[in-house]
């Protein structure tokens, strides 16, 4: 039976994963972007979701108070030990791809943040409240660029079309609380993610029909994020992500 | 007409915080070092720098970060160590405090006359003076020319901090300091 700083620490350090896995994805479109703006735009964007998680990391590190930091768990644990759901670490694709991932991540956190804003664990909260300003603000865009795909052209459609396609079977994992989560929801620290389900596909179905576009007729559903198992592409994102740190460890500039 | 100054309670709550404190030398010390991205503002002119606390050895110098991602905070944290120690002052710890959340209600006066002056229109030039914090898509002051004919190019400027906007007057493009 681990304590409840240890759950806290655990929880701490999912949250930061989810961060750091997109906030990479998402940093690859620096100078890749469709036009200066949007490069710039994903860059920022990139930038908020790398300081949210180091703001999880280091509270985890904090809570663990044995020395580590939250470099050591961005850059030293591999694969299996990494609990971010799925959807944060799928390739970044095209544009289409990148925000529709953007709008269905957005849209979660928006009630998520705000959920969590009134965790019994202030420092928890804190982070929240901070970081819900910044989610808003990229709800904005991505809701923006839905719109602007969704009716633009054939080709865009298409595109947005088949990104809804290959990212929905990754959509559900959000709302199913494993047993850590659900222990730390009985003592009002985690969010309940089965509570804002509802409120997510109203939201990305009003979203989706203004734009023109289908929610999928899928029945596929991949799981396993937050048990560490994950798909071929997080350990790819890693070795690209941690090849620095781990040929020059302790390396500081 | 006369116009009556108003400002916002996190800003009054602000500045009694730094007239009540005994530690005037130190916040003295700090209105020296700038945000190195936008080097007209100080740390208390932005709202960065939120207490001056003492716990019997050292003076904690308490920050917090404007967005989460920011890569200035690294920066005015050095910045911050080197005007103590300039001055002959060692013992202080630099400690990062996440709550209240940062927000552009806590820019002094003298920072939005800055600001605007510098050619960054500050978060009050939205029509509704900030009061609902959301960053519109039109209408923000030009600081070039005064005009309200001005309009969205891009949701973020060259910092997190700023979003890009055009004046349809003046033409020229402009950084708008985003309200939030």
Same mark, same amino acid.
């Given at each position: 039976m681990l304590d409840l700083k240890e759950k806290t620490k655990q929880y701490s350090t999912r949250l930061g994963d989810d961060s750091l896995i997109l906030g990479h994805r998402i940093s690859e479109w620096t100078s890749n972007g469709p036009f200066l703006?949007?490069?710039?735009?994903? +860059?920022?964007?990139?930038?908020?979701?790398? +300081?949210?998680?180091?703001?999880?990391?280091?509270?985890?590190?904090?809570?663990? +108070?044995?020395?580590? =930091?939250?470099?050591?768990?961005?850059? &030293?644990?591999?694969?299996?030990?990494?609990?971010?759901?799925?959807?944060?670490? &799928?390739?970044? +694709?095209?544009?289409?791809? =990148?925000?529709?991932?953007?709008?269905?991540?957005?849209?979660?956190?928006?009630?998520?943040?705000?959920?969590? =804003?009134?965790?019994?664990? =202030?420092?928890?909260?804190a982070i929240a409240t901070k970081s819900l300003k910044e989610t808003r603000y990229h709800l904005r865009r991505s809701r923006d660029w839905t719109l602007r795909l969704g009716l633009g052209t054939d080709e865009s459609k298409a595109r947005m079309t088949k990104a809804l396609a290959e990212i929905w079977g990754y959509v559900h994992e959000l709302f199913e609380p494993d047993e850590l989560e659900l222990e730390l929801i009985a003592c009002g620290i985690a969010v309940d993610t089965r509570e804002i389900k509802d409120n997510w596909f109203a939201d990305i179905g009003a979203i989706l029909s203004e734009a023109d576009l289908a929610i999928p007729d899928a029945e596929w559903a991949v799981r396993g994020g937050r048990k560490g198992y994950h798909t071929e592409h997080l350990s790819m994102l890693l070795s690209v992500m941690q090849s620095v740190h781990r040929a020059h460890p302790g390396a500081n500039w | 007409m006369t116009i009556i100054p108003t400002i916002s309670t996190v800003l009054y709550d602000k500045i009694q915080l730094r007239e009540r404190s005994e530690y005037t030398n130190i916040w003295s010390l700090l209105d020296n070092v700038y945000d190195p991205e936008i080097p007209v503002l100080s740390v208390w002119d932005i709202g960065i720098l939120q207490n001056i606390e003492f716990d019997g050895d050292d003076y904690l110098i308490i920050i917090t970060p404007t967005y989460s991602g920011c890569p200035a905070v690294d920066a005015i944290k050095e910045d911050i160590a080197k005007e103590l120690q300039d001055n002959q002052i060692f013992n202080y710890q630099i400690k990062t405090r996440l709550s209240p959340a940062w927000t552009t209600d806590s820019m002094t006066l003298e920072g939005i006359n800055k600001l605007r002056a510098y050619g960054i229109a !500050? !978060?009050?030039?939205?029509?509704?003076?900030?009061?609902? %914090?959301? *960053? !519109? *898509?039109?209408?923000?002051?030009?600081?070039?020319?005064?005009?309200?004919? *001005? %309009?969205?190019?891009?949701?973020?400027?060259?910092?997190?901090?700023?979003?890009?906007?055009?004046? %349809?007057?003046?033409?020229? !493009?402009?950084?708008?300091?985003?309200?939030?």
């Open positions: 703006e949007e490069d710039i735009a994903l +860059g920022n964007v990139a930038l908020d979701y790398i +300081g949210r998680a180091r703001m999880f990391y280091t509270y985890a590190a904090d809570l663990a +108070g044995n020395g580590k =930091t939250e470099d050591d768990l961005a850059y &030293l644990r591999s694969e299996r030990e990494f609990q971010n759901y799925l959807i944060n670490e &799928l390739p970044r +694709g095209d544009f289409a791809f =990148t925000m529709v991932r953007q709008l269905f991540v957005d849209v979660f956190f928006s009630y998520y943040l705000k959920a969590l =804003t009134n965790s019994n664990d =202030t420092e928890l909260a | !500050p !978060p009050t030039d939205v029509l509704d003076g900030c009061a609902l %914090h959301i *960053t !519109p *898509t039109e209408n923000i002051l030009c600081p070039q020319c005064n005009s309200r004919n *001005t %309009h969205i190019i891009s949701e973020f400027g060259s910092t997190a901090c700023k979003a890009l906007f055009k004046c %349809h007057d003046c033409q020229e !493009p402009f950084d708008f300091f985003k309200c939030i």
